[in-house]
C-alpha cells in the first residue's frame, strides 16, 4: 500500500537556524497537505500543493512539492520558539482516496 | 463557526470492554474521517465518511467500526478492546471526501487498563 515517509524524525534547531524537512511517498500523488500539531494539540492545516514542481511561501515557511509530485519538502528560516512542535506531511493518490499521513517531524527549538 | 466538536475527551476502559467514540463535524462538512494516533505510529488512517457511505478504509481490524448519521455526525466503535488500542483517536471533518483541507477536533484520548 501507499507509504509515507518523513525524515527526520526528530529536528533540534538553534533559534534563529534554518531547517528542512522532508516527505518521500511511494507512489506518486495527487495532492500533497501539511499540518503543524502544536504539544497537546490537534493537527492544523498549514497548506495543499497540486502541482508538480509548486512552491509555495507563507512568511518563514517554504512549501515544495517534487517534479515527479512523490516528494516534498517544508524549509523553515530563521526559527522562532512558536516554530515548535510536529509537522506531518499527508499525500493522496486520486481525489476520493485516503489521506495518508507520514510519520511526522518533532521540531525542538533550542533557545 | 463552531470546530469539530468529539466526546468524550478522556476515558478509561479496561481490555475486554467496548468504547464508543462521538464526532459533529463543522457545519457543513459531509465527510468526516477518523484517525488513530500512538507515539509510535503517528497519525494511522480508521476510516472516513461521506454522505453516510464509507469511502475509505484502513488496515484495522474488524473490531474497529463507524457510522455516519443523515446530520454528517460520526460514531466510531471498538470493540473487546486490547492494551494496544490506547491512544488518542481524532476525527477531521471536510467539504469533500479524499481531498481539500481536514480540520481536527481536539481528538478522544482511551487509555485501556
Known amino acids: 500500500g501507499q507509504q509515507v515517509m518523513q525524515i527526520p524524525q526528530y529536528q533540534h534547531v538553534q533559534e534563529g537556524e534554518d531547517f528542512t524537512t522532508y516527505c518521500n511517498s511511494s507512489t506518486t500523488l495527487s495532492n500533497i497537505q501539511w499540518y503543524k500539531q502544536r504539544p497537546g494539540g490537534h493537527p492544523v492545516f498549514l497548506i495543499q500543493l497540486v502541482k508538480s514542481g509548486e512552491v509555495k511561501k507563507q512568511k518563514r515557511l517554504t512549501f515544495q512539492f517534487g517534479e515527479a509530485k512523490k516528494n516534498s519538502s517544508l524549509h523553515i528560516t530563521a526559527t522562532q520558539t512558536t516554530d515548535v512542535g510536529t509537522y506531518f506531511c499527508a499525500g493522496t493518490k486520486a481525489a476520493g482516496n485516503k489521506l495518508t499521513f507520514g510519520g511526522g517531524t518533532r521540531v525542538l527549538v533550542k533557545p | 463557526k463552531a470546530g469539530v466538536t468529539q466526546t468524550p475527551r478522556y476515558l478509561i476502559k479496561t481490555r475486554g470492554q467496548q468504547v464508543t467514540l462521538s464526532c459533529s463535524p463543522i457545519?457543513?462538512?459531509?465527510?468526516v474521517s477518523w484517525y488513530q494516533q500512538t507515539p509510535g505510529q503517528g497519525l494511522q488512517f480508521l476510516f472516513e465518511y461521506f454522505s453516510e457511505t464509507q469511502r475509505n478504509k484502513g488496515n484495522f481490524p474488524g473490531r474497529f467500526s463507524g457510522r455516519q448519521f443523515s446530520n454528517s455526525r460520526s460514531e466510531m466503535n471498538v470493540s473487546t478492546l486490547e492494551l494496544g488500542d490506547s491512544a488518542l483517536y481524532l476525527c477531521?471533518?471536510?467539504?469533500?471526501?479524499?481531498?481539500?483541507?481536514?480540520?481536527f477536533g481536539e481528538g478522544s484520548r482511551l487509555t485501556v487498563l
Open positions: 477531521a471533518s471536510s467539504w469533500t471526501s479524499g481531498a481539500g483541507e481536514l480540520f
Open positions: 457545519s457543513g462538512h459531509r465527510s
